[in-house]
Nanobody, 129 residues
Framework: QVQLVESGGGLVQAGGSLRLSCAAS???????????MGWFRQAPGKEREFVAR??????????YYPDSVKGRFTISRDNAKNTVYLQMNSLKPEDTAVYYC?????????????????WGQGTQVTVSS
């Protein structure tokens, strides 16, 4: 059974930083390094939205971010630890949301929420003004 467990959320003042972690287990025949890993977030009353994704190919990571977080957030992965991270800097009150980690077996074609097969339980990030 695949499990994704997020950690690192909390309360921070605007302009501060947080680092989220997501540890994957139970992937069985699905090699972690071949998974596209993504971070999403959902604020109260809003739809879940894409925050970052990372793929891995031939020893190189490829990342992608929406404009809303580009330059402030950095996604990274440690394939040896089956873990993906999200470093969040210069946080704003509008970044307040539950943050979810997700894994996709689609590789580089995983762009939509529906493309992700496995999800974590979420971790709350609250940014005060």
């Amino acid at each position: 059974q695949v499990q994704l467990v997020e950690s690192g959320g909390g309360l921070v003042q605007a302009g501060g930083s947080l680092r989220l972690s997501c540890a994957a287990s139970g992937l069985s025949g699905l090699t972690f390094s071949r998974c596209t890993m993504g971070w999403f977030r959902q604020a109260p009353g809003k739809e879940r939205e894409f925050v970052a994704r990372i793929t891995w190919s031939e020893g190189t990571s490829f990342t992608y971010y929406p404009d809303s977080v580009k330059g402030r957030f950095t996604i990274s992965r440690d394939n040896a630890k089956n873990t993906v991270y999200l470093q969040m800097n210069s946080l704003k009150p509008e970044d307040t949301a539950v943050y979810y980690c997700a894994a996709s077996s689609r590789g580089a074609s995983a762009w939509l929420i529906s493309h992700y097969d496995y999800w974590g339980q979420g971790t709350q990030v609250t940014v005060s003004s």
